[in-house]
Structure formats: structure tokens, C-alpha cells
DNA sequence: GTTGACATTGACGTTGCGTCAACCTCTACC
DNA sequence: GGTAGAGGTTGACGCAACGTCAATGTCAAC
């Protein structure tokens, strides 16, 4: 027996196109081809392609399913390697799910400016535990009615000073210069300034005390650490506080 | 402030090439651009490229996240759809998980022919209540030492033989023929004489009786009735086979 | 002036086909 | 034998979101 490819399509549930593309690629390549240039099925064919659409509905790939049907793999071993991948794909989605909920929620209780504005490098009442720690349990609300209280460009200009701060210890970092060199610590000058800027809610200057605990936040928090180039910057501007508080401060 | 192409990206932790793209389908043009084609951007586009990534870790598509950027849709709103998205994701892996795991379990258990091959239109044995009902409690592991018994050649002789008759019913009832008429009569004789061929597990020939339950089983199971083009089809082989139940058994 | 880093605009590759487009071929009917 | 209609063929584009060359211009620094 023999199908044209219309045919054999119809009787595996799928379409001609699929087929050429199958032929396309060696998958399942016609058993007959008329002078005509036409493709012509038998029922070899028909079994290889139900065989084929089964492992395709697992989702498993083309190539995966060429190696199976050339027998470079048996099934069992190729479905496995393929249910890791599921899992793997299933544990993504799931933090996925979970990231957006909780984006959700803190939208919905108005706290979208400190997750999604906030907190990149600017935000130092984020810091929970510490900030409580430091300045008191309720530092964190409050560092949320203060930000609130500005309008927006006054927070877009401060993260703008922020971003700026940041690249030029990059530059300085990236041409070689120590953190304790005197460009460096005049960068370092600009940051305090920057830092006081928060004092109404921090309840005062920075001091030397407080700058260091500032460095060592930014190394410890690879949050912080990503504003200033991860970990080795985040050291080179710790190394850059702790010169700057015990000559400055 | 102002930053080049590079220097934003690295900021950000993106890549130049994800910028040009965003400049290309207009998410995030460059704050300006010099005569010499360099692409600028200032604080203002920082923020928003900061805000657009944020919601590309979450999963949205790039045109959600224009929508979102241009006003048109709140960020909530968004997000709650994407949720959607993500729940019928999830489903469909769960899904896709317990039918591998059911295949890997099949195959080690040795049953994959009857996962695999047997079932699709020719193996009557797997349709467990109905077959225990009619031919006895053991039937259904009587028919798979049977099918195993034969060879990889008589296997696929009977399940091209099947699809050749399916083929034929199919071609009759395109033809606008009825299933009365004389040709497919024929085709119904056919058939009858390869369901007598698994007389070894249904102990016994076709009889009337038989033909008639083996009718109402292709319309009543979905699972047999795609093998004859579905529901219409597996109709039109049911009133096919009462009427030669009825006159030729 | 040269070098090296960085910029530009194409354009292809990825995954598995869907969907035209332009053009033959077979079957059936008059 | 002509014609219509169904069905066949080979391209080639499209999709999502960029990664990755390739060929070439530009800038900063020595």
C-alpha cells in the first residue's frame, strides 16, 4: 500500500507540510518519489511516523528524535535526559510564578517604587536587618514615606548622581588607579555627599563609623555589590571608604 | 549626564547588541545620537532601560513591556495577564511531565509496544472493561504475549494491512459513497477477515454479536475513532459493519 | 601616525513548522 | 479533448529576541 502525502498526513493527524519538512531534514524521507517530483508513503513510513509523532507530543526535539529513531539512542535513555530538562524548565516557571506574584502584591500595596526604583544602589533602608540595627526598627517605613515624599524628578536626580558615582569608580577602578589615590578619594568626597543627602532619615551626618559600615554592606550584599561592578568593585570602593573615614572623617 | 552604548549596558547589565535591538523595535531609542551615528544615552534612558529589564526577568514578551512603558497598560494589569500565561504554562509541562514519566515507566515495564504501536486501531485487547467483559479477565495479558510472540515483520504486516482498510474507508466515504453500498460492504469483508486473525486471543470468529460491539467501541472511544477520521468516521464504519452483521453473519 | 578599543550597519542562525506565491499535474466531467 | 478543481512541487518569508560574525569607520592614547 501506498499514500500520497496528502494522504498519509490525514491518516497520522498532521499536516503535508510537516512531512516535507521531515523530508527536509532526513527525519522521514518518502519511500517512493515519482518522475513527477511527487512523495509517495508506505506503510514503513506510516509506523516510522507514528513513532516520530509520539515522541514529538512528549516534546521531545528533532534532533533528540533522530537519534532515537536511528536507534543512536534507545527511548527510555532519551526520554530521561528529557525529563530533566522538564523539571529544570518547571523550576524556572515556578520561580517565574513567584517573582510575579510578589511583584504583584508589592504593586497593589503601593510599594512599587521601592522594588522596582529603589533598590539599585540607592536605597540603603532596604537593608533590613542592619538598617534596624543601626538606626532603629521603623528606619525602614520611614526610609519609604521619605522616598515617597519626593516628586519624581528629585528621585530621578538622585539615582542619576547615584549612576554616576558608580561609573566613575568604574573608570577609575578600570584605569588603574588605587582607592586610595587622591581622584578616587575626591569620588569618594562626592559620595559622601551624596550620603548625607539621606540624613533625614538617617538622623544625621555620616561619620567615619558609619561610612565603614557602608563599605562593608556593599561587600557583603552582592545587591549592592552589582551597582559598583560586583564583588571586586565593591571591595576597591570598601578599600576607598575606609581611607577616606580615617583621614577625613 | 551621558553614556556610550557600551558603558550604559554595563551599567545596566545588558549588552550593546540587546540596546541596538530595543532602539530597532522602539522601546528604547537613544537620548541622542551624533553625527557620526553613536548612540547616547542619559540618566532618563537608564531608568527606563532599568525598568524594561526589570520586567524582562519577570517574562513578559517585548510588546507587553511597550505597552507598559508607553502608558498603555498598568503594570499590574500586565503582569496579572502574564500570570495567566505562565499558570497554563505550567499545566501544560505538568502535563507533559506525568505523560514521559507514564512512557519511561511503560517502556521499562516492557510494555512499549502496547504504549507505542499496538494502539492505534489495531489492538482490540486494550480496551480493558469492554475486552474483560466479553472475552474474560485475562484477555488484555493474553493479547500482549500474543502481539509479542509475532515478529517485527508480521507486526508491521498486520498494522499496514489495518491502515490500508482505514485508507479505504476513508477514500469510499470521500467518495460520497454510502455504507451500504457494495464496495464498501467489501472493505467491511476485509476487515472482518483481519479482526479473525486475533481469533487465537478472542477465542473464536467474528461473529454478528461481535462485529456490532466492535462498532459502537470505534464510536464510543475516541481513541479507536481517530483511526477511521474520527467521530463521523468511526460512525460510518459502525453502521457499516451492522449492516453486514445483519446480512452476512 | 599607529594601535587597540569601541562604534556602526547588515545579515545569518536559532525552532519547527505556518503561510503565501508561482507554477505543474492528476482526475473527473462535459 | 478542454477545462475546472483538487492537490502536488519548490522556494522563501515570518516568528522571538537577540547572539554572533563580518567588514569597516571612529575615538583616545601613546
Not at 516520530?52 to 526535539?61: M, N, V
Not at 527511548?75 to 515556578?94: C, G, M, N, P, Q
Not at 565603614?212 to 560586583?230: E, I, L, Q, S, T
Request: proline letters at 1%.
Amino acid at each position: 500500500m501506498e499514500w500520497s502525502i496528502v494522504e498519509i498526513a490525514r491518516l497520522a493527524g498532521t499536516t503535508s507540510r510537516t512531512l516535507r519538512h521531515y523530508g527536509d531534514v532526513g527525519l522521514l524521507v518518502p519511500s517512493r518519489v515519482g518522475k513527477n517530483g511527487y512523495r509517495y508513503y508506505d506503510e514503513q513510513a506510516l509506523v516510522r511516523l507514528q513513532r516520530i509523532l509520539l515522541l514529538r507530543e512528549l516534546g521531545l526535539g528533532i534532533p533528540a528524535i533522530v537519534e532515537v529513531m536511528d536507534g543512536q539512542r534507545d527511548s527510555a535513555h532519551a526520554l530521561a535526559i528529557h525529563l530533566e530538562w522538564l523539571a529544570k524548565e518547571k523550576e524556572r516557571l515556578d520561580r517565574q510564578i513567584a517573582s510575579v506574584e510578589l511583584t504583584i502584591r508589592n504593586l497593589e500595596g503601593g510599594k512599587q517604587l521601592m522594588a522596582e526604583q529603589m533598590f539599585d544602589g540607592f536605597d540603603h533602608t532596604r537593608y533590613r536587618d542592619e538598617v534596624e540595627e543601626t538606626w532603629g526598627a521603623d528606619a525602614y517605613r520611614k526610609g519609604e514615606r521619605w522616598w515617597k515624599s519626593k516628586s519624581k524628578e528629585e528621585q530621578r536626580a538622585y539615582r542619576a548622581q547615584h549612576a554616576e558615582i558608580a561609573a566613575d569608580y568604574q573608570k577609575a577602578r578600570d584605569a588603574g588607579e588605587s582607592a586610595e589615590s587622591v581622584s578616587v578619594q575626591a569620588i569618594v568626597a562626592r559620595h559622601v555627599d551624596w550620603l548625607n543627602l539621606t540624613a533625614e532619615i538617617t538622623g544625621g551626618a555620616i561619620t567615619a563609623q558609619r561610612l565603614r559600615g557602608y563599605g562593608d554592606m556593599y561587600v557583603g550584599d552582592p545587591r549592592f555589590a552589582k551597582n559598583y561592578g560586583g564583588l571586586d568593585g565593591a571591595e576597591f570602593v570598601r578599600d576607598a571608604f575606609t581611607h577616606y573615614a580615617t583621614n577625613n572623617l
